[in-house]
Protein backbone atom coordinates (compact mmCIF):
# COMPACT_ATOMS: atom_id res chain seq x y z
CA UNK A 1 0.00 0.00 0.00
CA UNK A 2 0.87 3.85 -0.86
CA UNK A 3 0.80 6.04 1.56
CA UNK A 4 1.57 10.27 0.19
CA UNK A 5 1.38 13.03 2.58
CA UNK A 6 1.36 16.68 1.12
CA UNK A 7 1.91 20.15 2.80
CA UNK A 8 2.17 23.27 2.10
CA UNK A 9 -1.29 24.21 1.23
CA UNK A 10 -2.97 27.61 2.21
CA UNK A 11 -4.03 31.14 1.57
CA UNK A 12 -2.04 33.63 -0.32
CA UNK A 13 -2.75 36.50 -2.75
CA UNK A 14 -2.56 37.42 -6.25
CA UNK A 15 1.06 37.34 -7.53
CA UNK A 16 2.34 35.40 -4.08
CA UNK A 17 4.26 32.07 -4.51
CA UNK A 18 2.96 28.56 -2.66
CA UNK A 19 5.43 25.20 -2.52
CA UNK A 20 3.83 22.16 -1.98
CA UNK A 21 5.71 18.96 -0.90
CA UNK A 22 4.40 15.31 -0.37
CA UNK A 23 6.32 12.63 0.76
CA UNK A 24 5.69 9.03 -0.07
CA UNK A 25 5.70 5.53 1.73
CA UNK A 26 4.79 1.64 1.93
CA UNK A 27 4.89 -0.21 -1.06
CA UNK A 28 6.44 2.08 -3.55
CA UNK A 29 9.94 0.35 -5.34
CA UNK A 30 9.32 0.40 -9.09
CA UNK A 31 7.38 3.79 -9.19
CA UNK A 32 7.66 5.48 -12.11
CA UNK A 33 6.54 9.36 -11.89
CA UNK A 34 5.19 11.48 -9.14
CA UNK A 35 3.56 14.90 -9.31
CA UNK A 36 0.54 16.89 -9.21
CA UNK A 37 -3.31 17.13 -10.36
CA UNK A 38 -6.33 19.51 -8.57
CA UNK A 39 -9.39 20.14 -8.47
CA UNK A 40 -11.54 23.03 -8.07
CA UNK A 41 -15.23 23.41 -7.06
CA UNK A 42 -17.32 21.88 -9.19
CA UNK A 43 -14.68 20.70 -12.13
CA UNK A 44 -12.75 17.69 -12.86
CA UNK A 45 -9.31 16.86 -11.15
CA UNK A 46 -6.85 17.58 -13.49
CA UNK A 47 -3.20 17.65 -14.28
CA UNK A 48 -0.93 20.37 -13.04
CA UNK A 49 2.63 18.74 -13.13
CA UNK A 50 4.82 15.18 -13.10
CA UNK A 51 7.76 14.18 -13.09
CA UNK A 52 9.41 10.88 -13.82
CA UNK A 53 12.31 9.43 -11.87
CA UNK A 54 14.80 10.12 -14.74
CA UNK A 55 13.85 13.43 -14.03
CA UNK A 56 11.59 14.04 -17.15
CA UNK A 57 9.21 16.86 -16.60
CA UNK A 58 5.55 17.80 -17.80
CA UNK A 59 3.20 20.46 -16.97
CA UNK A 60 -0.18 21.63 -17.83
CA UNK A 61 0.00 24.45 -20.58
CA UNK A 62 -1.81 27.29 -17.69
CA UNK A 63 1.19 26.65 -14.99
CA UNK A 64 3.82 26.59 -17.30
CA UNK A 65 6.28 29.59 -16.71
CA UNK A 66 5.14 29.64 -13.42
CA UNK A 67 5.78 26.37 -11.56
CA UNK A 68 8.14 24.05 -11.20
CA UNK A 69 8.03 20.67 -10.42
CA UNK A 70 11.10 18.57 -8.47
CA UNK A 71 11.85 15.84 -6.90
CA UNK A 72 14.44 13.72 -4.68
CA UNK A 73 14.71 10.06 -5.02
CA UNK A 74 16.38 9.43 -2.13
CA UNK A 75 13.40 10.74 0.31
CA UNK A 76 10.84 9.77 -1.84
CA UNK A 77 9.62 13.24 -2.59
CA UNK A 78 7.92 15.57 -4.81
CA UNK A 79 7.99 19.07 -4.29
CA UNK A 80 5.85 21.59 -6.57
CA UNK A 81 7.05 25.16 -6.52
CA UNK A 82 3.95 27.54 -7.86
CA UNK A 83 5.13 31.20 -8.39
CA UNK A 84 2.92 34.10 -9.70
CA UNK A 85 -0.17 32.69 -8.40
CA UNK A 86 -3.43 33.33 -9.74
CA UNK A 87 -7.15 33.04 -8.35
CA UNK A 88 -8.05 30.42 -10.90
CA UNK A 89 -5.14 28.49 -8.99
CA UNK A 90 -7.56 27.62 -6.25
CA UNK A 91 -8.28 24.03 -5.67
CA UNK A 92 -7.31 21.07 -3.93
CA UNK A 93 -4.00 19.63 -5.19
CA UNK A 94 -3.21 16.33 -4.94
CA UNK A 95 0.09 14.05 -4.96
CA UNK A 96 0.23 11.57 -7.72
CA UNK A 97 2.38 8.37 -7.20
CA UNK A 98 2.77 6.36 -10.18
CA UNK A 99 3.18 2.31 -10.15
CA UNK A 100 2.75 -0.51 -12.60
CA UNK A 101 0.20 1.67 -14.79
CA UNK A 102 -2.00 2.74 -11.33
CA UNK A 103 -2.05 6.25 -9.85
CA UNK A 104 -1.87 6.27 -5.66
CA UNK A 105 -3.38 9.75 -4.26
CA UNK A 106 -3.14 12.04 -1.02
CA UNK A 107 -5.49 13.37 0.87
CA UNK A 108 -5.13 16.67 -1.08
CA UNK A 109 -3.93 20.14 0.66
CA UNK A 110 -6.35 23.35 -0.15
CA UNK A 111 -4.75 26.39 -2.18
CA UNK A 112 -6.91 29.24 -2.06
CA UNK A 113 -5.72 32.09 -4.14
CA UNK A 114 -7.58 35.54 -3.04
CA UNK A 115 -7.86 38.80 -5.60
Known amino acids: QVQLVESGGGLVRTGESLRLSCAAS????????MGWYRQAPGNQREFVAG???????NYADDVKGRCTVSRDNRKNTVTLQMNSLKPEDTAVYYC?????????WGQGTQVTVSS
Open 96 to 104: FLRRLSYNS
Open 26 to 33: GTISGYTA
Open 51 to 57: ITVGGHT
